[in-house]
């Protein structure tokens, strides 16, 4: 099938990538041209594990192209998939201008039949306004005889993972409605996914404002279990409860599960923060409060600060002097995204404190410049307190403390006999509670995770 992507940020490209994959002619749109040169010359602009062969593989075989000619790639999809960013605006909601502007320039080219996919994640009624800008667009022309529907078919992709993700789906949603054109994107649709569904029937067919509003759904939940278990952590660090202890115990239960029950440091990236933002302001348009999403993000946003809490317990309000390892900078591990990281508030504290800090990431170093110069205004006399280093153990080189705040794997097993030479004392702040408090303790290292007791050496 001939697809169109338009826009090549995450989303954009690992659905034109894996659709290519799968022996689709794939032609990818984006008005950034610098991206569209880092493509076209072999690179990818974001890290995701197994992309970067993908977009090759295809390339070199013809099925995927990039390029900043709307015009061409109005012409070449018979499907249209609308994957441009909805970055919250001022009150919380989603903004659509991107998703309106793909739309307005589909209506300006097109002229026959297209099924127009909203793969954005947007709020429940964007397929309208999707729709009323291309009808727009087509009266202005004179053009009656281009038709299309618009069908929502979001993403559940994972950052890290999301090739898979892509390739072998838990679930494909897709909205459509019951008109004549609604059936032919129906048709287009099924035989697009076709490959995903060999095995077993992977789809699910439903109303365009029913798939518009699963996607806020499906990540609302998720957050709220986090945060639910991080308020739970904070309790347990009173009382005295180990709350990995307890998530074993109420992951058992089927009904509950064990994912996403791991306490931390709070979430972060570009989807979590941005959905729960944008399902309250879809709520409040229509005279409801979610009370128990307001709390989730509330609580996420104290979690931010938690281990900033715990060094001021440790070491005092007034940092002068003081030096900090953090060993984890993006939101989580197999990515750059620096979105919402819980690094930069931790970061932000410290220095703010008068310390300084030495800071490493296996992936995220250069996007982490980028993004820790905005945060401090490009303001060298704070940008130089802050070192990137080489290696973890490089960033530990006589630091008061270490600092953990994303949990990649690299991270899992260190040398601990070369950590405490490293460190000035053997103390660890660990946002994603990597190590029993026991080992810590057994291995003389004082321990402060999230929600776990601080033990003495037995």
Not at 292 to 312: D, F, T
Not at 327 to 334: E, S, Y
Not at 382 to 411: G, H, N, Y
Request: hydrophobic share 40%.
């Amino acid at each position: 099938m001939k697809i169109t992507i338009i826009g090549t940020g995450y989303v954009g490209l690992v659905t034109g990538a894996c659709l290519a994959e799968l022996g689709n002619d794939v032609f990818c749109l984006d008005v950034d041209q610098s991206k569209v040169d880092i493509l076209n010359n072999g690179g990818i602009p974001i890290h995701e594990p197994g992309l970067e062969d993908v977009v090759a593989r295809n390339r070199a075989a013809g099925r995927l192209k990039f390029s900043t000619d709307l015009a061409a790639s109005v012409a070449h999809g018979d499907v249209q998939f609308i994957a441009v960013g909805t970055p919250p605006d001022e009150d919380g909601s989603a903004d659509l201008q991107y998703v309106l502007a793909a739309a307005r320039n589909i209506g300006k080219h097109m002229t026959g039949f297209k099924v127009i996919v909203d793969k954005s994640t947007v709020p429940v009624g964007t397929a309208g306004k999707v729709s009323a800008a291309i009808a727009q667009e087509l009266q202005q022309r004179g053009n009656t005889g281009a038709t299309f529907s618009v069908v929502s078919n979001p993403e559940f992709l994972k950052e890290g993972a999301a090739v898979e993700d892509f390739m072998r789906p838990d679930r494909i949603v897709i909205g459509h409605d019951s008109t004549a054109e609604g059936l032919q994107a129906y048709a287009a649709m099924k035989k697009l996914y076709a490959p995903f569904n060999r095995n077993h029937e992977r789809t699910y067919w439903m109303d365009v404002r029913s798939a518009e509003f699963t996607k806020y759904a499906a990540n609302a939940m998720l957050a709220t279990r986090i945060s639910f278990m991080n308020e739970l952590a904070n309790l347990a660090d009173q009382v005295g409860a180990d709350i990995e202890a307890v998530r074993h115990g109420i992951g058992s239960d089927p009904r509950i599960g064990h994912s996403f029950l791991y306490a931390g440091c709070g979430y972060g990236g570009s989807c979590f923060p941005k959905d729960v933002q944008a399902l309250e302001r879809t709520a409040r348009a229509y005279g409801q409060e979610l009370h128990i999403l307001r709390a989730v993000e509330q609580v996420n946003n104290n979690q931010k600060h938690v281990l900033g809490k715990k060094v001021v317990a440790r070491f005092g309000e007034n940092l002068q002097g003081r030096h900090f390892a953090i060993w984890g900078l993006a939101f989580k591990p197999n990515t750059d995204d620096m979105r919402e990281a819980s690094s930069r508030v931790l970061l932000g504290e410290l220095i703010a404190r008068g310390a300084t800090v030495a800071v490493f990431d296996p992936v995220a170093m250069k996007e982490a410049k980028r993004v820790l110069a905005l945060d401090f205004n490009s303001d060298e006399s704070i940008l130089s307190r802050i070192r990137f280093s080489e290696s973890p153990m490089d960033a530990l080189q006589d630091a008061d403390a270490l600092a953990i705040v994303t949990e990649w794997k690299a991270f899992r097993s260190p040398d601990f006999e070369q950590l405490k030479s490293k460190l000035k004392a053997p103390v660890i702040f660990d946002g994603r509670n990597l190590f029993e408090p026991q080992v810590m303790a057994d291995a003389s290292i004082e321990y402060h995770g999230i929600g776990r007791s601080i033990l003495t050496k037995s």
